[in-house]
């Protein structure tokens, strides 16, 4: 079972506030990956890792910023919530960029 | 055209039968396949993955590849209620280091 962990599980908060959301992996993987995810739809990547110091922007990755100061700690950022960010987001993290990608149980996010 | 496809469902199948969920997939230097499992408001989990052309079997799962027709398929044989779920299928493609993935298939196994 992978060891990938995300907090909180829920977050209900309201417009304009500064949110993190965290993800830490136990296994020693370099790639590590978030993915935004609405109900019934596809995961789209929002950032990627590849090491410490290192990352790139995904598809949606405009309204969010992430760091990679340790090799297990990526977390997620948003400056000021939007409602149109309500969703779930899931850490992801991989032995490499060809190896299966092990989740986190997700960060389920309401912003009122 | 979506770079990785997936009929969107729902499949439905009895019990013990074999479901068969496709996926095909746009960038023909692909190399690294996965399928996934998500039960509704969880995470994805890791069924199969599968690198060569062929057939990869673990227990009732069973993942087919083929790299011609830029394919992959997973079988499902003795399906359970407990299959019921949405099947995601991801290719890892040869721009960057993005995997895609699929919107999914659902399946629903009739008890």
């Known amino acids: 079972e992978a060891d990938i962990y995300q907090t909180p599980r829920y977050l209900v908060i309201g417009t304009g506030k500064k949110i993190t959301l965290e993800c830490s992996q136990t296994m020693g993987h370099d790639k590590m990956y978030w993915y935004q995810q609405d109900p019934g739809m596809e995961l789209h990547l929002i950032h990627y890792?590849?090491?410490?110091?290192?990352?790139e922007k995904g598809d949606l990755s405009s309204e969010s910023t992430v760091s990679r100061i340790r090799t297990e700690h990526f977390p997620l950022t948003l400056e000021s919530a939007r409602p149109s960010h309500t969703s779930q987001y899931l850490c992801?993290?991989?032995?490499?960029?060809?190896?299966?990608?092990?989740f986190g149980d997700g960060t389920r996010l309401s912003i009122l | 055209q979506k770079e990785v496809e997936q009929n969107s469902g729902p499949l439905s199948v009895p019990e013990g039968a074999i479901a068969s969920l496709n996926c095909t997939y746009s960038?023909?230097?692909?190399?690294?396949f996965f399928w996934y499992r998500q039960y509704s408001g969880k995470s994805p989990e890791l069924i199969m993955f599968i690198y060569s052309n062929g057939d990869k079997e673990d227990g009732r799962f069973t993942a087919q590849l083929n790299k011609a027709s830029q394919y992959v398929s997973l079988l499902i044989r003795d399906s359970q209620p407990s299959d019921s779920a949405t099947y995601l299928c991801?290719?890892?493609?040869?721009?960057?280091?993005?995997?895609?993935f699929g919107a999914g298939t659902r399946l629903f196994v009739k008890a």
């Open positions: 960038d023909r230097g692909s190399q690294s």
């Open positions: 992801a993290s991989a032995r490499g960029e060809d190896q299966p990608q092990h």
């Open positions: 890792s590849y090491g410490v110091n290192s990352t």
């Open positions: 991801a290719v890892r493609g040869t721009g960057g280091f993005k995997t895609i």
